[in-house]
Structures are given as structure tokens and as C-alpha cells.
């Protein structure tokens, strides 16, 4: 190419077009053309520049590298001029600079261009001015969004927050109604619950739209001005956001907030694009200005005056969280994820039982509570601690606390933390095969020795089984696994069976139960029964003659087989029971109790089968529902339940659990005290007294002639009196000394005896329990008729059997202490005569059992 040609094609194609054409002529006279292959890198950025390029052909692209965002490419085309300012000023290379495709490049040599500049300032002059004029525009472009950036700020919405979260046919359908709307720029209106992230959603439509670089800003209705005039800006004066909004997004959050005077301007401009700048009286009418803004509302609340004119082009309804339980899991897991990535956390998982608590819930405050919540359980987990002990973290139901009622406190669910149990709970063996397969026949076989066998406890082992092993081991078992008992228990066994014979002979209807006259008098029945059953006890010896212990036991289980064949289900244990009241009544003391969870049953299910029975359903199994009529949502008490976990087997939403609490709790939580378990508790705390006669005969120094009759019932009467006549007359007592303030009634302060009646009844069998039950195998041997002298046996020392038996009375006292304030919840002088009334009672059976 000539020398003329190549300024020619300079002053046409490139930006040195303002040069003479002398300078040309003499750039043109440098110029050397080299030829460039695909993908080869010419230039590297922070770099001496060694030549002025001229792009003749091809295609070219530069970029700079950033540690802390992405490299913006920028591609050049033919007339590109490269290092022009770099080499007149003197600095390195600003860009990276490779080739696209084939090029031809016209090269300047860095010396010889700047031996050019010094022959010929016109170069640095004209390069200055261009220098000048783009800085001028640069100047006024950056007042300009200065100002319009300073107008807007405080509205901006910088980013989305987050998509929409979810699987469900809610969620589908709304992010339908975002991708829809993204598509045009028509009015959009988004009306819901407070919490669901409205105007997220609003985001979501504008940064899906071809309109995502323009702001998008967010106005909360309630703090406009009357006027208007930030909005639409003044005559002759400040412009409003409107306009320096240009072709972005106005979000208007809780339109229904909106002062009445703007609601036709906001009709207007929805139905027109047009609107009126705030003008002041006098001022001539200002002149309509045209919004190039796209209007989207968010509000809580339909609006007639919008909805019946068609101003808006998509209605979109976000749907609260409370009919997207679905989605639950997911959001929960989107949430962690934001958090620990914000942090730099491992993620946990979250278990199974916390899911199916959140699902229960409500969610009054949407996705604002759930993410409240979740972030708090995050926090409260310790993440970083469990992830430096190499451990997985997992997000258990325990730190998903707002969820949880008062009375759910202090709970861990066993379930959860030991799933072997929960599977053998579930299982056949608890407790039907455990009851059919050995309690029936053992029990069988218990009752025939007693009836055939030696009638002491010192040669039959039934005997011995029963007092020396079954009272101290049940009495133990009370403050850990409550009225366990009553799920294995044989009476009740033979009358399910009889009941199951029965209806299979003679199919009918059997009775159903008459709660309220239950109610009322069945407690009193058992109080009745128990009370001659210890009269029987203690008059007729039946600690040490076994057909009478035999006949005791077929008494009860008489009167379990006969209800059965009368009632539905359990009535005998339900409610006339008389160890069955017994154990209910000890169950309160335990630290396990089974409950389920409100939330879940309320909102999941509608079967009830764990309460009515029913066939398979999901994970649960087919059941003929709770033996007692007891829901587990519904307990407050563990009187209620035996724990025989047929609604544990029932529930296929996982709502059954299995807690470990503080022993007793329901004692001063939930508990509703009655007048007949009151009457139980102190005959039992009178039983005491009543089995240790002869001691107190012998160590009083009294002469009580026990082998009379008539004197042995009179006297026993009298002992099973002693401990209610000492509580009343502290109860007489309490309300003499406090007649400023009302004190709690006597049914309710009574349970605060409670452990001391455990206690006693414990340290009265423990005589029993360990000077007998280690005989087990000789008396097994003089059961059958064999000589049992010779073989091992395991007898405590007496000093172990004072000191056991001293521990649990003292122990006793104390936490009837205790149980006494939490259940009163007064100053413990006001209480001082019952606790006093506990000492005394203490004190007497420590004489009686232990002896001074």
C-alpha cells in the first residue's frame, strides 16, 4: 500500500483523523505491517508499551485482570488504535490485548513514534484537546449520575434476595406468574401475607426483564408525602424519582398505605403513563410529563379502585407458607445455605423430627419467621465448635425452640437421639409378643405354685417373686420408666383375651365407657378396693401364705376379665385398677413421658389413628387405637398412658414422643389434682405404717395384743389414719398462719408428699428385697421339694440395709421439700407446717423402719 493510501485510510477509519497531513504522511513513513495469527496474545497488561498498533484487519480483544470481580472484555474492531495516550504520557499498558481471528497489524516502533512526537507537537496537541473533550463529557455524564444516583439511593434495590423456593405446585405456579411478568413492562400488582417477601418477588421480575441494568427502587407507601412531590417532583424545581427513575422499576411496597390524595394521580399514571409535577396555588397548571418507568404495587389487600379499572396488566398472588408445607424443607435448606456461606460453615443437616415440627407450625410470620428461625437455630447449634471436632453437624428439633409451647420445655426425645429404640418400640416384641409370649404363660405359672405349692415365702419361689423381687423392683422402676408396668401387665393380658374369646363366640357390641360417671366414682372404687386389699394384707399375713397371695392376684385379674367383657377396650385399667391407680399415680414422679406434638396432629392429620385405630397408613401400622382412650396430644399427665406405644405404632406423621424431663414436672405444670388420687396417696403413705405393726409395738414400748382380731383391725385403721391426720393438721395449720394471702387447697399441696411416699414405701421393701430376693435359688430348690441347704445365696449386711433405707427416707423428705414450693409457689415460711408436718412423717418412719 502507498504512502498516500495509508493516510488516506488513517484519516478515514481511524481516531488520528484530526491530524495535518504532514504528521500522517510521517506516521505512514513508520509504519511496518505484521501479520498476527488466531489467539495469540500482543499486548500484556502493567507493561512497556512497544509499539503504537493500528488494527488494518481482523478482530482483536482486550481485557484487564481484577482480583475481586470478573475481567470485563471489551473487542476491538479494524481502526483500533493501541498505546496511543500510554506512549504520549509515558505509562504501561492498561490492557491485556490477544487476537480473535487473523490479523493485520501497521506498527509504529515505541522510539520511533516518540521521535515523531518531539518533531511534530501537533500530535500532543491534538491528543490533549480530544483528552480534554472526552473528560468534559465524562464530567458531565458522572454530575449527572451523581445527582441521580444521590436522588435514589435511598430507595435502590440492589440485587434479588432470593429466588423462589420450592417444589410445590404454589411455588411452580408463582414463579410462572415472575417469568410471565418479566416478560412485558405492564403494571404488575403482588398482593399477600406480611412476610412473604413481596417485594422480592417484584425484584425478581425486574432483573428477569430485558430492563435488569436500569435501578430498580422501592418506596414504602406509608412515608410518601401527601403531595407527592418526591415522586413526581415540583413545577420548575426538583425532579422527582419518576424522572430520574428513566426506564427503570418504581416498586410501590404496601400500596395500601398510599395517602388518599395520591390515589388518582397513581390511577393516572397507570392508566395514561403520565403525570403532573407538583405545582404550588398560584402557579399556572403544570404540563403532563410521560413516565418511562415500569410501576409494580405490592400489597396486603385487594384494591377495588385498581382491580375493577384493569390497570394492571399481571396479578400475582404469593401464597403464605402455611399451604406450602412442602416447601418447608427446601426453604429451610436454602436458608442454611445462605447463612453458612456467608459465614464460611459447613452445612448441616437437619433431622427429620425438626422438619416434621417446623411443617406443624404455622407460621404466622411466613418467610420472615422461618428465617428468623432458622438463623437462631444455626447460631444456637455452634457450628464451628462441632465442625472443629470433626463431627457432622445436624439441626435436631431441640434448637427449632419459637415452635415449641411452654409445657414442651425441658424435653429430649429419646426417639430421636436412639432410633433402635424407636424401632423396637415399634415392633411386634413391645409388647405383644413379650405379653402372649411369656406373661401370659409365666403368670399362669406363678398363680398355680401359689395355689400348689409350700404356702411360706421361705420355700416357694412364686412367694418370694412376688414380694421380695415384684414390689421393691416396680417401686424402683416408677422414677425412670413410669407406668411401664401396666403395658406388660398380666391381669390386664387375660382380659384382652377374653374379651378377644368373647367376641369371637358371642359377636356383639361391647359397652362404651360412661366417662363422666367414670369419672367421678371410679377412682373412689379403687381407693375402696386397695383399702381392703391392705386390710386383707395385713390381717390375714398374706406376705408369708401363698394361696391367699394367690387369691389376691386372681381377685384383680378377675375384675379385669370381667370389665373387659363388659367395656371396650381397658376400662378395668383406665379406672378401677387398683395397682393400675397406684402406678399412674407414681408415673407423675417419672422422667420419661410420652406426649405428641399438637402442631403435627392438628394440621397433618385426619385419621386419628392412634387414638380410634385403623388400617396401615404410610409408616404407621394398622393398631385398634390407644387400649385407654388417651390422645397423645392431649396428655398432660402421665397417669393417662401405660405406655403400651400403640399410638407410637399408629402415627405415620412421626408426632409420638418418647421425652426424657425433669422427673415430676407435670406435678407443678400441667397437673389437675383430684380428690380420690389424694385419698390413694395417703392410704399408701398409712400402708407404711400399717405393715411395720409389730415394730412400732416393739420399739414405741406399746402393748398391742395383734393376735386379737378385733384390736389387729382396730389398730390398723388407726395406723393407715396417721400420716393424713399429721398433713391436715399442717394444712390447719398453713391457713391459720396465712390468712393475709390465700394459700393453695389441700388437694393440691398433698402431691408434695408424693416422693416422701414413694421413698417410705421403697426403704419398707427393701428388707424384703435384699435379705430375700438373693435366696431365690434355694427357695426355687424347697419349691419343687429338694433341700436348698448349701446353695449360693446373696444377703445384704444390715449396716447396708440401714444405711440404703436411711438415704432414700432422707432423700424423700428432701424432695418433698422441693416438690412442696414448686407446686405452691409461695415463700417457704408460709409453707413451713407441712414441710415441717414431711419432716415429722420422715422422722417416723425412719424410727419405725430403721430404728434410732
Known amino acids: 500500500m502507498q504512502n498516500a493510501e495509508q493516510v488516506q485510510w488513517l484519516r478515514q477509519n481511524t481516531s488520528l483523523e484530526a491530524l495535518s497531513d504532514e504528521v500522517l504522511e510521517a506516521i505512514a513513513a513508520e509504519i511496518q505491517e505484521e501479520t498476527f495469527g488466531e489467539n495469540r496474545r500482543l499486548v500484556l497488561e502493567d507493561t512497556p508499551p512497544l509499539a503504537l498498533y493500528i488494527l488494518k484487519s481482523g478482530r482483536l480483544e482486550s481485557y484487564h485482570t481484577s482480583t475481586n470481580s470478573l475481567a470485563k472484555a471489551t473487542s476491538l474492531l479494524p481502526g483500533t488504535v493501541l498505546h496511543l495516550k500510554e506512549l504520549l504520557l509515558d505509562q504501561p499498558t492498561e490492557q491485556t490485548v490477544i487476537t480473535l481471528s487473523d490479523c493485520i497489524l501497521w506498527t509504529v516502533a515505541a522510539e520511533a513514534f516518540k521521535a515523531l512526537v518531539e518533531q511534530h507537537p501537533e500530535i500532543s496537541r491534538t491528543?490533549?484537546?480530544?483528552?480534554?473533550?472526552?473528560?468534559?463529557?465524562?464530567?458531565?455524564?458522572?454530575?449527572?449520575?451523581?445527582?441521580?444516583?444521590?436522588?435514589?439511593?435511598?430507595?435502590?434495590?440492589?440485587?434479588?434476595?432470593?429466588?423462589?423456593?420450592?417444589?410445590?405446585?404454589?411455588?411452580?405456579?408463582?414463579?410462572q406468574?415472575?417469568?410471565?411478568?418479566?416478560?412485558?413492562?405492564?403494571p404488575v400488582i403482588i398482593f399477600g401475607e406480611p412476610g412473604l417477601g413481596k417485594d422480592n418477588s417484584a425484584a425478581l421480575i425486574h432483573f428477569g426483564s430485558r430492563d435488569?441494568?436500569?435501578?430498580?427502587?422501592?418506596?414504602?407507601?406509608?412515608?410518601?408525602?401527601?403531595?407527592?412531590?418526591?415522586?413526581?417532583?415540583?413545577?420548575?424545581?426538583?425532579?422527582?424519582?419518576?424522572?430520574?427513575?428513566?426506564?427503570?422499576?418504581?416498586m410501590l411496597n404496601n400500596v395500601q398505605d398510599l395517602p388518599q390524595g395520591l390515589e388518582e394521580k397513581l390511577i393516572r399514571l397507570l392508566k395514561t403513563g403520565e403525570y403532573l409535577p407538583v405545582s404550588r396555588e398560584g402557579e399556572q397548571e403544570p404540563v403532563p410529563k410521560q413516565a418511562k418507568a415500569r410501576i409494580i404495587l405490592t400489597t396486603e389487600r385487594s384494591l377495588p379502585k385498581i382491580d375493577r379499572k384493569n390497570l394492571v396488566g399481571h396479578s400475582i398472588k404469593v401464597p403464605p407458607l402455611r399451604v406450602r408445607k412442602a416447601d418447608i424443607?427446601?426453604?429451610?435448606?436454602?436458608?442454611?445455605?445462605?447463612?453458612?456461606?456467608?459465614?464460611?460453615?459447613?452445612?448441616?443437616?437437619?433431622?427429620?423430627?425438626?422438619l416434621r415440627?417446623?411443617?406443624?407450625?404455622?407460621?404466622?410470620?411466613?418467610?420472615?419467621?422461618?428465617?428468623?428461625?432458622?438463623?437462631?437455630?444455626l447460631i444456637q447449634s455452634d457450628l464451628e465448635e462441632i465442625s472443629a471436632r470433626g463431627r457432622a453437624p445436624v439441626l435436631t428439633e431441640e434448637v427449632f425452640w419459637s415452635t415449641s409451647t411452654k409445657n414442651k420445655r425441658f424435653r429430649f426425645n429419646l426417639l430421636n437421639s436412639y432410633p433402635r429404640l424407636r424401632q423396637f418400640l415399634r415392633s411386634p416384641w413391645w409388647p405383644d409378643r413379650v405379653n402372649y409370649g411369656f406373661t401370659l404363660g409365666f403368670f399362669a405359672v406363678i398363680v398355680a405354685m401359689?395355689?400348689?405349692?409350700?404356702?411360706?415365702?421361705?420355700?416357694?419361689?412364686?412367694?418370694?417373686?412376688?414380694?421380695?423381687?415384684?414390689?421393691?423392683?416396680?417401686?424402683?422402676?416408677?422414677?425412670f420408666v413410669g407406668r411401664t408396668w401396666c403395658a406388660i401387665c398380666p391381669f390386664m393380658i387375660y382380659g384382652e383375651l377374653a374379651q378377644?374369646?368373647?367376641?369371637?363366640?358371642?359377636?356383639?357390641?361391647?359397652?362404651?365407657?360412661?366417662?363422666q360417671q367414670a369419672e367421678k366414682w371410679g377412682g373412689w372404687f379403687l381407693f375402696g378396693l386397695f383399702v381392703l386389699i391392705l386390710l386383707w394384707e395385713e390381717l390375714w399375713n398374706l406376705e408369708n401364705v401363698a394361696y391367699l397371695s394367690g387369691c389376691l392376684l386372681l381377685l384383680i385379674t378377675a375384675g379385669a376379665v370381667v370389665f373387659s367383657l363388659l367395656f371396650e377396650r381397658r376400662f378395668w385399667c383406665r379406672y378401677l385398677c387398683p395397682i393400675g391407680g397406684m402406678n399412674g399415680m407414681f408415673a407423675k414422679l417419672s422422667m420419661i413421658e410420652l406426649r405428641a406434638q399438637q402442631g403435627i396432629c392438628s394440621a397433618t392429620c385426619t385419621t386419628y389413628q392412634c387414638y380410634k385405630g385403623g388400617p396401615q397408613k404410610g409408616e404407621g401400622l394398622e393398631t385398634g387405637g390407644c387400649p385407654i382412650y388417651s390422645h397423645p396430644a392431649q396428655l398432660q399427665e402421665n397417669r393417662d398412658c401405660v405406655l403400651c406405644m400403640t399410638c407410637l405404632k399408629a402415627c405415620p406423621h412421626r408426632s409420638v414422643e418418647l421425652n426424657l424431663r425433669p422427673p415430676g414436672i407435670e406435678l407443678w405444670t400441667t397437673h389437675e389434682p383430684t380428690r380420690h388420687e389424694v385419698a390413694l396417696l395417703f392410704l399408701l403413705f398409712g400402708a407404711v405404717f400399717l405393715?411395720?405393726?409389730?415394730?412400732?409395738?416393739?420399739?414405741?414400748?406399746?402393748?398391742?395384743?395383734l393376735e386379737n382380731f378385733g384390736i389387729h383391725a382396730g389398730v390398723s385403721i388407726l395406723a393407715l389414719l396417721v400420716p393424713v391426720t399429721i398433713a391436715l393438721t399442717a394444712q390447719f395449720l398453713i391457713r391459720l398462719f396465712n390468712r393475709n394471702c390465700k394459700p393453695k387447697s389441700f388437694v393440691e399441696l398433698a402431691y408434695g408428699y408424693l416422693p416422701l411416699v414413694l421413698g417410705g414405701s421403697l426403704a419398707h421393701y427393701l428388707r424384703l428385697g435384699l435379705n430375700e430376693a438373693g435366696r431365690a435359688i434355694p427357695v426355687t430348690l424347697a419349691t419343687f421339694g429338694y433341700s436348698g441347704g448349701g446353695m449360693a445365696i446373696a444377703v445384704a449386711d444390715p449396716a447396708v440395709l440401714s444405711f440404703l433405707q436411711s438415704v432414700t427416707l432422707i432423700v424423700s423428705v428432701w424432695l418433698s421439700v422441693i416438690l412442696t414450693q414448686k407446686i405452691a409457689r409461695q415463700p417457704f415460711i408460709n409453707l413451713l407446717p407441712q414441710h415441717l408436718a414431711t419432716v415429722a412423717i420422715g422422722s417416723l418412719l425412719w424410727k419405725i423402719i430403721v430404728g434410732w
Open 357 to 377: 415440627r417446623l411443617q406443624g407450625y404455622d407460621f404466622p410470620g411466613n418467610l420472615t419467621e422461618l428465617e428468623s428461625l432458622v438463623e437462631r437455630a
Open 500 to 515: 378377644m374369646i368373647s367376641l369371637k363366640v358371642f359377636p356383639r357390641q361391647l359397652q362404651a365407657w360412661s366417662r
Open 212 to 250: 435488569r441494568h436500569q435501578p430498580i427502587i422501592k418506596i414504602n407507601c406509608d412515608t410518601i408525602q401527601i403531595s407527592g412531590a418526591e415522586l413526581f417532583g415540583r413545577q420548575g424545581g426538583k425532579p422527582g424519582l419518576l424522572e430520574w427513575l428513566g426506564r427503570g422499576t418504581l
Open 127 to 175: 491528543f490533549s484537546r480530544q483528552l480534554a473533550a472526552e473528560l468534559d463529557q465524562v464530567a458531565f455524564q458522572l454530575a449527572f449520575e451523581q445527582e441521580r444516583q444521590a436522588a435514589l439511593r435511598p430507595y435502590i434495590v440492589p440485587k434479588v434476595r432470593r429466588g423462589v423456593v420450592g417444589s410445590s405446585r404454589y411455588a411452580v405456579r408463582l414463579r
Open 691 to 705: 405393715h411395720r405393726l409389730p415394730e412400732i409395738s416393739a420399739r414405741l414400748s406399746w402393748s398391742l395384743d
Open 329 to 354: 424443607e427446601a426453604q429451610v435448606k436454602y436458608y442454611i445455605s445462605l447463612f453458612c456461606r456467608d459465614k464460611g460453615l459447613a452445612q448441616p443437616k437437619v433431622a427429620p423430627e425438626a
Open 450 to 479: 401359689l395355689f400348689l405349692g409350700p404356702q411360706t415365702r421361705d420355700s416357694n419361689i412364686a412367694l418370694n417373686l412376688f414380694w421380695a423381687w415384684w414390689w421393691p423392683l416396680i417401686l424402683v422402676s416408677f422414677p
Open 177 to 186: 406468574d415472575i417469568k410471565k411478568a418479566a416478560a412485558d413492562r405492564q
